[in-house]
């Protein structure tokens, strides 16, 4: 009997070079260490943390670095089985400073192209996107090509109409103006792929490219129109926004001393997984989420960092705000 993967992500993949120093210059800082990133895959090692089968479609370099990156898949539970090489591109390389509470500039080292923008639609396995209970992508894949035509192919897979019950697609809305010719294109392509997505998330800014600028709730309205099921609207300090046709939540962020605020959304979105594939009602799969990505803004790394079952319910617990337990497979 196959088993499929319960969470499928799609996109980005980097090594990602942290300071050892906070609060210091780039260019000051002395020593380094390195971990795995790139948002999709993130995504993918913080569901495994809570226990879900999750894989990631991904292209590195053919050389240590991209040997790298299948290793710490591996060691965070992670299938690697569709993350492949790419002979004529390195392994792109992130660095960042670290400056809380809120500076944290990041410098990608993936120009004029990545391998993880090399993904071709010929080579997916659209079998495994299909079957998967959630796929997960960016729109940092629709950037350029031929990734771009491999995302639409794998969003066209999953047919909105031949999803069962308890199946989602979700867009990460996670733009980035640096990886665009204009703000314009991106808008194009996101609206090319919302009409396969059960769910989309994403900032107010995020929203605004996707959908235009407005109050979190128009922008949310608009998502909804376009065919998504739920819009998620992260409001930054003032929590997270869900609505859905009949529902309206809003999540109250989880107070932490933040030490590196890059992993959170990352954080936020593997336990958004988890908790959609636990059934729960949408206020506990968001204050869980919360939780989660309050959790990795405390600590330094992103990967290395993401929480467990029992630290984001017992986050939760000290702030009288509970989870039910279990999960529904």
């Not at 002395?30 to 999750?54: E, I, M, Q, W």
């Not at 500076?103 to 993936?110: E, I, K, N, S």
């Not at 290395?304 to 079952?309: C, E, I, K, Q, R």
Request: glycine share 8%; with cysteine.
């Amino acid at each position: 009997m196959t088993v499929h993967d319960e969470l499928l992500t799609m996109g980005r993949i980097s090594v990602d070079v942290y300071p050892n120093e906070i609060g210091v210059d780039l260019e000051d800082v002395t020593s380094f260490g390195k971990y795995l990133g790139g948002s999709p895959s993130n995504v993918a090692v913080a569901a495994a943390r809570h226990g879900r089968r999750a894989a990631v479609i991904t292209r590195t370099g053919d050389d240590p670095f991209g040997n790298y990156l299948h290793r710490e898949l591996r060691k965070f539970h992670v299938d690697d089985r569709f993350v492949t090489a790419v002979k004529e591109w390195p392994t792109p390389v992130t660095f960042c400073a670290i400056k809380p509470p809120d500076d944290f500039p990041l410098y990608f080292y993936r120009f004029p192209t990545a391998p993880d923008l090399q993904i071709k639609a010929e080579e997916l396995d659209l079998d495994a996107i299909r079957n998967a209970r959630i796929f997960w992508s960016t729109v940092t894949g629709l950037c350029q090509e031929p990734s771009r035509t491999a995302h639409i192919r794998a969003h066209e897979a999953r047919a909105r109409t031949e999803l069962q019950e308890g199946h989602f697609t979700v867009l990460d809305l996670d733009y980035r103006p640096m990886f665009w010719d204009t703000e314009e294109e991106a808008r194009e392509q996101i609206a090319r792929i919302l009409p396969h997505v059960t769910v989309a998330i994403g900032n107010e800014t995020e929203c605004a490219v996707a959908v235009g600028a407005g109050t979190p709730d128009e922008q949310a309205d608009r998502l909804l129109a376009a065919g998504v099921e739920i819009a998620v609207v992260k409001l930054g300090p003032a929590g997270v926004m869900a609505k859905t046709r009949t529902e309206r939540v809003v999540s109250a962020p989880v107070s932490v001393q933040t030490v590196n605020g890059l992993g959170a959304g990352d954080s936020f979105g593997g336990a958004f997984c988890h908790g959609l594939l636990s059934g729960w009602p949408l206020e506990q799969v968001l204050d869980y989420a919360n939780a989660a990505g309050a959790i990795v803004a405390s600590r330094l790394s992103c990967a290395d960092a993401m929480p467990t079952p029992e630290e984001v319910t017992s986050l939760l617990a000290e702030h009288g705000r509970l989870v039910r337990q279990g999960a529904q497979k």
